[in-house]
């Protein structure tokens, strides 16, 4: 139990000084110099935690499913067979089924990653992360950076916007060819079709808006134990850093 985080936040970076007559949202040129530095030590806490926790996939779903739901139970799953394969396990270190994946990693005995993000309305942290393996960002692209560059594979279970905004992220990197190629996998047939018929039918055969090559690496499945033969079988010479 001494990996389990009881929820204990890492420490913050210093806030700049507040100069007089700066308007709320800090617009003054002072402020935006502070906010750098500020970036910096997201960027820098991201890469000290990530230095010895290679390779690693990403797990990505919805935080409004509750324990013993069958996201849930699915993500614990995931967790637990790619943590029993080597792999260690991220997420975005909140509830739902970021806090199966990172359970199912830690009851493996694997490497359990929280990549928290600061919202308004106050995420916390799962339980299930490894207590000197939570990070907690203020800005979505640094998360996003560390996300992209450790992972061998994104895995995203039935989600909202923010589970969608990952995959296309990911998709349009690896598209353009500023990361290199990894697999997407999109878990849960009946949720995800849809979305891949759209692709498939009207941005390539419709409109020829991407390429087939576009299509390459991103997977439609429901089997857990496929979910890690294609992984496996993406990496024939090994593993390697995206970017």
């Known amino acids: 139990m001494d990996k389990i985080n009881q929820g204990k936040e890492p420490r913050k970076p210093v806030s700049p000084p507040v100069l007089s007559g700066q308007g709320e949202r800090g617009s003054d040129f002072m402020v935006d110099g502070w906010r750098v530095f500020k970036i910096m030590a997201e960027f820098v806490s991201g890469f000290e935690?990530?230095?010895d926790a290679a390779p690693a996939v990403s797990v990505f779903g919805s935080t409004r499913v509750d324990e013993g739901s069958g996201e849930?139970?699915?993500?614990?799953?995931?967790?637990?067979?790619?943590?029993?394969?080597?792999?260690?396990?991220?997420?975005?270190?909140?509830?739902?089924?970021?806090?199966?994946?990172?359970?199912?990693a830690q009851e493996a005995g694997g490497v359990s990653i929280g990549f928290n993000i600061k919202l308004p309305n106050q995420q916390a942290a799962n339980r299930y992360i490894d207590v000197d393996k939570l990070v907690s960002f203020q800005y979505f692209f640094v998360r996003k950076v560390m996300f992209?560059?450790?992972?061998?594979?994104?895995?995203?279970?039935?989600?909202?916007?923010?589970?969608?905004?990952?995959?296309?992220?990911?998709m349009t990197l690896i598209q353009t060819g500023k990361s290199e190629r990894f697999p997407v996998?999109?878990?849960?047939?009946?949720?995800?079709?849809?979305?891949?018929?759209?692709?498939?039918?009207?941005?390539?055969?419709?409109?020829?808006?991407?390429?087939?090559?576009?299509?390459?690496?991103?997977?439609?499945?429901?089997?857990?134990?496929?979910?890690?033969?294609?992984?496996?079988?993406?990496?024939?010479?090994?593993?390697?850093?995206?970017?």
Do not use: H
């Open 148 to 170: 992209l560059k450790y992972s061998q594979a994104f895995i995203a279970l039935p989600g909202g916007f923010g589970t969608l905004d990952e995959v296309s992220e990911a």
């Open 49 to 51: 935690v990530m230095g």
């Open 185 to 243: 996998i999109l878990v849960g047939k009946s949720y995800w079709e849809g979305f891949y018929r759209w692709v498939q039918e009207s941005m390539l055969q419709e409109n020829g808006f991407i390429s087939p090559p576009d299509l390459g690496f991103i997977y439609l499945e429901d089997d857990p134990e496929e979910v890690i033969s294609i992984i496996k079988k993406f990496y024939p010479e090994g593993y390697c850093l995206n970017f």
């Open 72 to 104: 849930y139970e699915l993500a614990r799953t995931l967790g637990g067979m790619l943590a029993r394969e080597g792999f260690s396990v991220i997420t975005g270190g909140g509830p739902g089924v970021m806090e199966g994946a990172n359970r199912g």
